[in-house]
């Protein structure tokens, strides 16, 4: 399994819509995990942090599964400004620096 | 209160060039981070610093790529004698802490093109 790996994209829903992205990790020894969101042509920026099982802001819901190793981004009531690239970051056990991103989920929400 | 500052955001260098991308944390964050990212790619990593020790260089592509913090504030990413295949974004990030345990806040990106 590589380090880090998404959904495929791109994601194409109505305004409205609930929208699911998951993203798998192998190293089982990471303790806390991002969700970050990145416009076309912008740096990311933090959408969610995740420490435990999960972390709910608003309409965003990310849980995460240690088991099975993976986490989840729920998005509710999609709107237009929701479009955008959303990258999962697993960092290492330790105090390791490789910060890993996986290779992102394009979402665009349509009228 | 000021975010990471990029510089220049924009270069354009002919094959064989010697670059450097400049990084302005914000103040008092300990860690840096530089990633390179391709077009329709996410961001990889290629090196961390905790301070101006550079702990983690395991994603510099060769060794024609060089990082450096000397005063654990400002950062410099050196590529030497650059070619194509290093055209991308290169991003810096900083946190208020180690790896993990706290988010990385981003610059907004130097793109090189070489020519």
């Known amino acids: 399994r590589k380090e880090v790996e998404q959904d495929p994209g791109p994601f194409n829903v109505p305004e409205g819509a609930t929208v699911a992205f998951n993203c798998t990790y192998s190293?089982?020894?990471?303790?806390?995990f991002f969700w970050y969101r990145q416009d076309c042509r912008k740096e990311p920026k933090l959408l969610m942090s995740v420490y435990s099982s999960g972390n709910e802001d608003g309409r965003f819901t990310a849980q995460l599964n240690r088991a099975s190793q993976y986490i989840s981004l729920l998005i509710r009531d999609s709107k237009l400004s929701d479009s955008a690239t959303y990258l999962c970051v697993v960092p290492p056990g330790g105090s390791q620096g490789n910060l890993i991103f996986g290779k992102g989920t394009k979402l665009s929400v349509k009228p | 209160g000021a975010g990471v500052s990029q510089s220049p955001r924009y270069k354009v260098a002919k094959r064989g060039q010697d670059v450097a991308l400049r990084c302005d944390p914000i103040?008092?964050?300990?860690?840096l981070f530089w990633y390179q990212q391709a077009l329709g790619q996410g961001p990889e990593f290629l090196t961390y610093f905790q301070n101006e020790a550079q702990l983690d260089k395991s994603g510099l592509p060769s060794d024609r790529f060089f990082a450096e913090r000397p005063e654990g504030s400002v950062s410099t990413l050196k590529i030497q004698r650059t070619q194509q295949e290093d055209s991308a974004v290169y991003l810096c990030?900083?946190?208020?802490?180690?790896?993990?345990?706290?988010?990385?806040?981003f610059g907004n990106g130097t793109r090189l093109t070489v020519t």
């Open positions: 990030a900083s946190s208020s802490s180690a790896p993990g345990y706290s988010p990385l806040h």
């Open positions: 103040s008092g964050h300990v860690s």
């Open positions: 190293n089982s020894a990471s303790q806390s």
